[in-house]
């Protein structure tokens, strides 16, 4: 975990990437905050009342002298703000909407990464997934030609790196999401130093069962291998036949990936987040993320049982995708 984590450290150090962090009276937020600042890894921005923050920090004993604080409820550049909000909502909010909107600290976080007051957010220790991908998708919005966001893991045991995607956000992706998701998350691997080998998993191998949900993984390969000829990618796979170079050589002996697959596309999010919770759980793997991919600037979601490791990582993570 340690030289994945170093890569990014070495990346973000001394680039004053601002990082939002909604959740200011959080203490694993506030932990990790008082962390990346005195390290000079990010300028932590912590929404909330300025007295709130700083008693909340002096309980817990952390030094946040590192970090912005910044309350919705006196933000000198509120009325810029409501106006910018109003303009990128194309109609769908009154100024009056966006005053009310934007005292919502995710809300509010999002508007300074969309205006450029800071280079990414981290939320959801406290607030569910829908409540910190819907203003993302409302205002920073998805990369040109990119239908929709998706979520990945990146999965850490010692010196071994695997992505796995989507396991947070599309319920039923079809042929065109699949392609999408595996474009996006080849991408995300590059990120981490890892060179993406793509496999496609389904409960068929190379046509071993025939239905419309393994012709839905099938399609996805052809998409995506138009889309970018030069990636790496294979399927539809078991699992086995994407991992296990002797089980590859029995069922896919034809494929170029060889059983040495890194990056891993679920046919489906119950798929995904069950397999990447089997690994975390069971093979003792490290589930970092999910990291949201796709979007026009960084805003990534934690899980509400996480520590403040994992905050800290997230956020050196999404201080990676800005540069």
């Given at each position: ?20 962090f ?16 005195t390290?000079?890894l ?30 919705p ?5 509120m ?5 910018s ?7 769908k ?93 080849s ?10 080998k ?11 069962a ?66 990447y ?8 793997f ?22 403040a ?15």
């Amino acid at each position: 975990m340690s030289d994945l984590f170093e890569t990014l450290t070495d990346k973000v150090q001394g680039k004053g990437k601002r990082i939002v962090f909604p959740e200011a009276l959080d203490e694993r937020i506030l932990t990790a905050a008082s962390r990346l600042g005195t390290k000079g890894l990010v300028i932590p921005v912590l929404v909330g009342n300025e007295n709130e923050v700083k008693q909340k920090a002096g309980e817990f004993g952390l030094d946040i002298s590192s970090a912005e604080i910044l309350d919705p409820a006196n933000y000198e550049g509120m009325d810029e703000m409501v106006q910018s909000f109003v303009e990128r909502r194309k109609g769908k909010a009154t100024e009056a909407d966006a005053r009310e909107i934007l005292k919502d600290g995710n809300y509010f976080g999002t508007m300074l990464v969309y205006m450029g007051k800071a280079e990414g957010l981290v939320s959801g220790a406290v607030h569910s997934t829908a409540d910190t991908v819907r203003p993302a998708l409302q205002i920073i919005k998805t990369k040109p030609g990119i239908k929709k966001t998706s979520g990945v893991f990146i999965m850490v045991r010692e010196e071994e790196k695997y992505v796995f995607a989507d396991c947070a956000i599309n319920m039923s992706p079809d042929s065109e999401d699949l392609a999408e998701i595996a474009l996006a998350s080849s991408e995300t691997a590059k990120l981490f130093d890892v060179e993406p080998k793509v496999a496609m998993l389904s409960f068929s191998t190379k046509g071993s069962a025939k239905s419309p949900e393994t012709e839905k993984v099938s399609e996805a390969v052809k998409i995506a291998k138009e889309k970018n000829p030069d990636l790496l990618i294979d399927g539809e796979f078991q699992f086995d036949a994407a991992f296990v170079p002797s089980v590859a050589e029995k069922k896919a002996p034809e494929s170029l990936l060889k059983g040495e697959a890194n990056t891993f596309i679920f046919p489906s999010l119950e798929a995904g987040n069950i397999g990447y919770k089997i690994a975390q759980r069971l093979g003792g793997f490290d589930a970092v993320g999910p990291v949201l991919q796709g979007l026009n600037q960084p805003v990534n979601d934690l899980s509400r049982g996480c520590n403040a490791d994992d905050v800290y990582k997230l956020a050196l993570i999404t201080a990676a995708q800005s540069l």
